[in-house]
């Protein structure tokens, strides 16, 4: 059996129930805040997480591979199909307990007044766009948001310094790991306790308060009528199982939720799984002539947002180096240069808040959904200025030289090099992103036209079949979104126990 394999036996000592009151499918930060308040409100809530359960002192003894291998969707990349404008990318998703909260940086940020302003004006969210600040507070308690201010690495300190001599604004980032060893082993699982998933905080609450968790089990259908959910259907260790229920929340990200909905016959509204936004996400690299160990840091610390209007957003990231190794965007003799400079690099990502959208669509395939998004011409050119800006910062940084996210290309020397390669004619296929952050696919409002579940949670049309997760998020945000998702979620579950 291999190392990966052994990480993956399922738990099957639990047997499940028959009938529950309150079932949720998925147990990231919405499921597992909404399982908080149902339980508080002595609701009996089962959780069927398809991902499997792991806790802290497993995290320290697991390779890469085998968190990429059992705790990742797909090994970490999911395919998205785009058109020939469209530059190749995969979405990084968890498939765990806990969800994507076990596994990602804990980068917090508050979603902008404006863009919250706009899902006021246009989509006619009054409560959400009233009670959301009050749900950040909650959440950002609970979960621990603290300032990264004293955890930067040394690559940090240097991309700071190049931001102080270019004038950009920028700032400490904010993350909820109170007490960050600056391991920097966040995407493999935090073996010290620090960051505070939904394994320490919600979801445990919930667990605390008598909520059930049923890891390593798969819902593939719904069934019911038009309007009445009875139960749901599944497989757990390769047998099917039925649970009924009052109450079925779905809770399995803007990629699974839609995905469940299609495939359960659920079409009624046009929304479903379309409006899907995924913040593409680019990098480059820094050459310094001096160590700077980039790893040895919080994972992330340190943020630009100067261009927050242009909807672009940078921040620094510091991966151990299997990860950061294995990102490096050369292969061959350039790909083990780089490999024995590690200690010298440092490496800025950039995320755009994209106009592009994408859509959900369902297959014969059990958790196999199709995704597709096409990417336009003004945010590929916005994913262009990212990466000219990633390149002044790392000169101004102190840089020898810049590596951008394009295939094929040498890493450039000077200011010169930079903004000949950046505007070469950059096909969409040379471009290297990857996306963590699905939105949108299940919007919440109130016209059934443009939107698919209303500002509790429930689905158009239905009396018990509700959505609370990033799907209904309802547009790009141009920030990490994990405290907007709890803030939501937050909204959501006190209007469900009000
Ligand atoms: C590597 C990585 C780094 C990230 N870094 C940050 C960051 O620093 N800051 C930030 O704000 N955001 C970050 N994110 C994004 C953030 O974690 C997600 O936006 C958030 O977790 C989404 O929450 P969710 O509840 O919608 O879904 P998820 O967290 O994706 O949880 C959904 C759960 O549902 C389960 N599920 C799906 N389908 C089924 C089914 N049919 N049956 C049973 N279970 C099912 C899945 O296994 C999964 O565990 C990152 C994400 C990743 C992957
Ligand atoms: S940097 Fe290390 S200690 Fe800090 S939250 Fe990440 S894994 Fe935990």
Redesign the pocket.
């Known amino acids: 059996m291999t190392a990966a394999a052994s990480y993956g036996i399922p738990d099957e000592s639990q047997p499940l129930p028959a009938q529950v009151q309150d079932l949720i499918?998925?147990?990231?930060?919405?499921?597992?805040v909404i399982a908080s308040h149902l339980q508080r409100a002595g609701r009996q809530v089962v959780l069927?997480?398809?991902?499997p359960a792991r806790v802290t002192e497993q995290f320290s003894k697991m390779t890469p591979s085998d968190v990429f291998g059992s705790m990742?969707?797909t090994l970490?990349g999911f395919p998205v199909l785009g058109g020939p404008e469209t530059p190749p990318m995969v979405l990084?998703?968890?498939?765990?307990?806990?969800?994507?909260?076990v596994?990602?940086?804990?980068?917090?940020?508050r979603t902008d007044e404006d863009v919250v302003d706009g899902w006021r004006k246009t989509l006619g969210l009054q409560h959400l766009t009233r009670e959301l600040w009050r749900g950040y507070e909650r959440a950002e308690r609970r979960i621990g948001v603290t300032s990264m201010a004293e955890l930067h690495s040394a690559a940090a300190i240097k991309a700071r310094g190049g931001a102080q001599r270019l004038g950009w604004a920028h700032h400490d980032v904010h993350?909820n790991t109170p007490g960050c060893k600056g391991s920097g082993r966040?995407?493999t699982g935090c073996p010290n306790e620090a960051k505070q998933s939904m394994l320490l905080t919600y979801l445990k609450d919930a667990e605390a308060l008598g909520a059930t968790v049923y890891p390593d089990?798969?819902?593939?259908k719904l069934t019911g009528d038009f309007g009445k959910v009875r139960s749901v259907k599944?497989k757990r260790a390769g047998k099917a199982f039925e649970i009924k229920a009052e109450r079925v929340f779905l809770?399995?990200?803007?990629v699974?939720?839609p995905?469940?909905l299609l495939r359960s016959g659920i079409k009624h509204l046009r929304a479903i799984g379309r409006h899907l936004t995924i913040h593409p996400s680019t990098r480059a690299y820094y050459l310094y002539d001096d160590k700077v160990n980039a790893w040895e840091g919080a994972f992330?610390s340190f943020a630009i947002h100067q261009f927050r209007k242009e909807g672009i957003h940078l921040i620094n990231l510091s991966p151990p180096p299997l990860v950061f190794g294995a990102s490096l965007p050369a292969l061959g003799a350039q790909l083990r240069t780089m490999l024995k400079q590690l200690p010298h690099m440092g490496v800025m990502g950039g995320l755009i808040s994209d106009e592009s959208e994408g859509r959900v669509f369902a297959t014969p395939f059990d958790?196999f959904p199709a995704v597709q998004y096409t990417m336009t011409a003004a945010d590929r050119a916005k994913l262009l200025r990212t990466i000219g800006l990633l390149g002044d910062l790392g000169f101004a940084s102190g840089a020898r030289e810049v590596y951008l996210p394009f295939n094929w290309r040498p890493a450039v020397k000077n200011h010169d090099q930079l903004h000949a390669q950046i505007s070469s004619k950059v096909a969409a296929h040379d471009f290297e992103i990857t996306a963590?952050?699905?939105?949108g696919t299940c919007r919440m409002g109130y016209d059934e036209d443009l939107s698919v579940v209303r500002e509790d949670g429930r689905v158009h049309g239905y009396d018990n079949l509700y959505v609370v997760?990033?799907?209904v998020i309802p547009t790009s945000i141009g920030?990490?979104?994990?405290?907007?998702?709890l803030a939501v979620?937050e909204v959501i579950g006190q209007s469900l126990v009000a």
């Not at 069927?48 to 991902?51: A, D, M, N, P």
């Not at 990084?92 to 909260?101: E, H």
């Not at 963590?436 to 939105?439: A, C, D, E, S, V």
Request: proline share 5%; glycine share 18%.
């Open positions: 499918v998925g147990t990231g930060p919405s499921g597992s069927l997480e398809e991902g990742y969707r970490g990084v998703m968890a498939r765990c307990k806990g969800g994507g909260t596994v990602n940086g804990a980068v917090c940020y993350r966040c995407l089990t798969q819902v593939t599944g809770a399995c990200g803007a699974f939720s995905f469940l992330q958790g963590q952050h699905p939105l997760d990033s799907s920030v990490n979104p994990m405290l907007t998702i979620a």
